[in-house]
């Protein structure tokens, strides 16, 4: 039996229980119950915790929206397939990349009109076994009337229904929402954006990186900056 005690989270709590019955639904097994079960509560258990009433920070959903966009855009150009596309997204899981593909690893960065720079959060972002590409999405606050504008509640939902035909990558999609810290709150949909620019660049052995083989012995950790007119200008020499 699970209760409530603060009655500010009563939209989170209502939300847990549709996600558990829903999820619950498709299991097939006592045992697969429990553990899915078990698994939602510690997930959803993080979202409880949050001092801001179970709701991202303005700069999170601005990146997670600018991860989502990037699934969709993938999906509409048949570029994968649903199942292959939820399980790449290991960002929310702790993955050093937002998506990691068989072939091709990509780190998905939203940032402001006017921004020059990316901020880049550990020697392992930008280090890769695979083919490494960096996904710039420029995003300009709007508002909800707009055309174009778009939110983490509609964007969300319009992955859902996209990958709804394939119930194993939805349950997949559904977990990493969670572990991202996203619930639909209306909330969320007075903080609209409009996508302004995508920009890819290939990180490659000329791309301004920091890893772990390229400071000095004894750096453990970094955090950096990167200015996206130096990419620019790196890139177009490059071609």
Same mark, same amino acid.
């Given at each position: 039996?699970?209760?409530?005690? %603060? ?6 709590? *209502?939300?847990? =229980? ?9 299991? $097939?097994?006592?045992?697969? !119950? ?12 993080? !979202? #409880? ?19 989502? !966009?990037? /699934? ?6 048949? *570029? =994968? ?11 929310? =899981?702790?993955? +050093? $990349? +937002? #998506? ?12 402001? /009109?006017?921004? +020059?720079?990316?901020?880049?959060? &550990? ?11 960096? &996904? ?5 606050? *709007? ?5 174009? *504008?778009?939110? !983490? ?19 997949? @999609? ?7 810290? @996203?619930?639909?709150?209306?909330? @969320?949909?007075?903080?609209? #954006? $409009? ?18 083989? &390229? ?8 955090? @950096? %900056? ?11 020499? %490059?071609?």
């Amino acid at each position: 039996v699970l209760f409530l005690k %603060r009655k500010e989270l009563a939209t989170v709590f *209502a939300k847990l =229980c549709q996600d558990l019955i829903e999820e619950a639904q498709g299991a $097939q097994t006592e045992e697969a !119950l429990v553990d899915l079960t078990m698994r939602r509560i510690l997930l959803w258990q993080k !979202l #409880f915790e949050n001092k801001q009433g179970g709701l991202l920070a303005d700069f999170q959903v601005k990146g997670l929206l600018a991860e989502l !966009l990037f /699934m969709e855009s993938r999906l509409d150009a048949g *570029a =994968c397939q649903p199942l292959e596309l939820a399980k790449a997204w290991t960002g929310p =899981c702790g993955g +050093d $990349q +937002d #998506f990691v593909f068989a072939d091709e690893a990509v780190e998905v960065k939203a940032v402001g /009109m006017h921004v +020059d720079d990316v901020g880049i959060s &550990s020697l392992q972002q930008l280090d890769s076994r695979v083919a490494l590409r960096l &996904s710039v999405w420029t995003l300009r606050p *709007a508002a909800p009337t707009e055309s174009g *504008a778009v939110g !983490l509640n509609q964007i969300a939902i319009r992955l859902e229904q996209k990958l709804a035909k394939d119930p194993e990558a939805l349950a997949g @999609y559904r977990e990493a929402l969670l572990e991202a810290g @996203y619930v639909a709150n209306e909330n @969320y949909d007075e903080l609209m #954006f $409009q996508v302004m620019d995508v920009e890819d660049f290939v990180v490659d052995a000329d791309f301004p990186r920091l890893t772990a083989c &390229s400071v000095p012995s004894g750096i453990l950790s970094a955090t @950096y %900056r990167i200015s996206l007119n130096a990419i620019r200008m790196g890139a177009g020499e %490059r071609k």
